[in-house]
């Protein structure tokens, strides 16, 4: 990244579901596929750049409040509008008429959406509008890395775990629900690939044991802007966050730091 190369706006949606045999809830993540440019085979999260069409409907609908109004609402259509690309999950979507939206629909919302390329289409043709209140602020990382994301990454609950995914296979090569600590521990075991910001997600998700406690204490955190800072100390370089955010680890060595 150069110093007058700005990070693109990009966004990301962390999605709970009850475990279909109990226990901790699950979140939906999948590995990318091995030619993606950014993160190329690292367990992340749905999501991607935010399009120049997630912009102009966002100017067509009133701004939500609690964070910077326009820029979050773009953001949130981002990642509703990549949710239903990369797994067909019509998450922050509603009907006009208040019913559910089913399998079937969403199946069509989404090879509608493949063939616009944008979300505005798909809710005309649909009869949905988006419910930004289904997606919570979570948090806001922008490394400088090598390819930089400004990236907003946002809550949302499933609710039941008796639900279809598939994933888009140009992007991903699969998709999977595991409790964040099932993730870190396959990370930790090398079956997993987990780039830093998805490393520090999933250890602060790793603390609550329902959507509903994340959320609470998503509301209640800070939504300062995240840059990872190098830091060194008696000759060994630590990648950095700021204290007092919501982590519970907020630093790794930099020589074990998978960046994407």
Same mark, same amino acid.
């Given at each position: 990244m150069?110093?007058n190369e700005?990070?693109?706006?990009?966004a990301?949606l962390?999605?709970?579901?009850h475990a279909?045999?109990?226990g901790?809830?699950?979140?939906?993540?999948? @590995?990318?596929?091995a030619?993606m440019?950014?993160a190329?085979g690292a367990?992340v999260?749905?999501?991607?750049?935010v399009?120049?069409a997630?912009?102009?409907?966002?100017?067509?609908?009133?701004?939500?409040?609690?964070?910077?109004?326009?820029?979050d609402?773009?953001?949130r259509i981002?990642?509703?509008?990549e949710?239903?690309?990369?797994?067909?999950?019509?998450i922050?979507l509603?009907?006009?008429?208040?019913?559910p939206i089913?399998?079937?629909?969403?199946?069509?919302?989404?090879?509608?959406l493949?063939?616009h390329?944008a979300?505005?289409p798909?809710?005309k043709?649909m009869?949905?509008h988006?419910d930004v209140?289904?997606l919570?602020?979570?948090a806001r990382?922008c490394p400088?890395?090598?390819?930089p994301f400004?990236?907003?990454?946002?809550?949302?609950?499933l609710?039941?775990?008796? @639900?279809? @995914?598939s994933h888009?296979?140009?992007?991903?090569?699969?998709?999977?629900?595991?409790?964040?600590?099932?993730a870190?521990?396959?990370?930790d075991?090398?079956s997993l690939?987990?780039i830093?910001?998805t490393?520090?997600?999933?250890?602060?998700?790793?603390?609550f044991?329902?959507?509903?406690?994340?959320?609470?204490?998503?509301?209640?955190?800070?939504?300062?802007?995240?840059?990872?800072?190098?830091v060194?100390?008696?000759g060994t370089?630590?990648?950095?966050?700021p204290e007092g955010?919501g982590?519970?680890v907020t630093?790794?060595?930099?020589?074990t730091v998978?960046?994407g």
């Amino acid at each position: 990244m150069t110093e007058n190369e700005p990070p693109r706006p990009a966004a990301t949606l962390i999605i709970f579901r009850h475990a279909p045999e109990g226990g901790s809830p699950q979140v939906l993540m999948q @590995v990318r596929a091995a030619e993606m440019r950014f993160a190329a085979g690292a367990c992340v999260f749905p999501g991607g750049a935010v399009d120049p069409a997630d912009a102009a409907l966002a100017e067509t609908l009133p701004a939500p409040e609690g964070w910077d109004g326009l820029p979050d609402l773009t953001a949130r259509i981002a990642a509703i509008r990549e949710t239903l690309e990369e797994t067909g999950l019509a998450i922050g979507l509603t009907r006009h008429d208040g019913q559910p939206i089913d399998a079937a629909q969403a199946t069509r919302a989404r090879a509608l959406l493949g063939r616009h390329n944008a979300l505005h289409p798909v809710l005309k043709e649909m009869g949905w509008h988006i419910d930004v209140a289904a997606l919570t602020p979570f948090a806001r990382w922008c490394p400088r890395f090598a390819r930089p994301f400004d990236t907003r990454f946002y809550l949302a609950d499933l609710g039941t775990g008796a @639900v279809e @995914v598939s994933h888009e296979a140009h992007e991903s090569q699969r998709l999977l629900w595991l409790s964040p600590a099932g993730a870190l521990a396959q990370a930790d075991a090398g079956s997993l690939s987990v780039i830093f910001p998805t490393r520090r997600n999933l250890e602060r998700l790793a603390r609550f044991s329902s959507f509903d406690e994340a959320r609470i204490h998503a509301l209640a955190s800070p939504l300062d802007t995240i840059t990872p800072a190098i830091v060194k100390r008696e000759g060994t370089s630590w990648l950095t966050i700021p204290e007092g955010i919501g982590y519970p680890v907020t630093e790794e060595r930099l020589e074990t730091v998978q960046r994407g």
